[in-house]
């Protein structure tokens, strides 16, 4: 019964943050989406930033989810990497928490959510340091810094998909990985 009053306060929390952002949900607001008394939130969570935080732990995983789901071990380093840039941004772009976060870091600047999308880029970069260090032991790519590759490949990714969009035709999904092989796995010298 614990359990699920834990999963009734978790989902909760998450349609409100989702609903009303970071700073501007409450205790209160929980307890009653999750029909439980506040107290019995707090037998659980020490605070709001302890119970974003399980959220956000929940979410950082769920984005790993979707980028393993996507790499598939018969396709090339190059394409798996677009894959799963491609499946965690998509992620991101959809979830309905994240949209929210993002808005309300972007407007309100509130310091919490600000170090949750920080936390949310490093979880990214981490992932995609590890597969470019597994390339790089596999021969398939050169020796580089597998973190600032990592950035690049992410910032570049970030580009595309989103700043690109915002004054022109969002590109599809086949120019995207055409642009990135372009780019960072060909360079542009002839």
């Given amino acids: 019964m614990a359990i699920d009053r834990k999963r009734l306060i978790i989902d909760a929390a998450t349609n409100s943050f989702t609903l009303f952002g970071y700073k501007a949900t409450t205790m209160d607001q929980v307890a009653k989406l999750a029909n439980v008394g506040k107290g019995t939130i707090y037998t659980f969570f020490k605070n709001k930033e302890e119970l974003f935080d399980e959220i956000i732990a929940s979410l950082i995983n769920d984005m790993k989810e979707a980028a393993d789901e996507a790499f598939d071990s018969s396709l090339t380093f190059h394409e798996n990497v677009h894959r799963s ?90 120019k995207i990985a055409s642009l990135f092989e372009q780019y960072i796995f060909k360079g542009l010298s002839k």
Avoid: N
């Fill in 85 to 174: 840039l491609f499946a965690i941004l998509e992620f991101r772009k959809k979830h309905q928490l994240t949209i929210k976060l993002f808005q309300e870091g972007r407007d309100m600047g509130t310091p919490t959510v600000m170090e949750v999308m920080l936390r949310l880029e490093k979880a990214i970069i981490g992932y995609i340091k590890e597969r470019v260090q597994q390339a790089i032991s596999k021969g398939d790519i050169k020796e580089c810094d597998p973190e600032l590759t990592a950035f690049v490949m992410l910032k570049l990714y970030i580009a595309l998909i989103f700043d690109w969009e915002k004054q022109h035709e969002p590109l599809q999904k086949e």
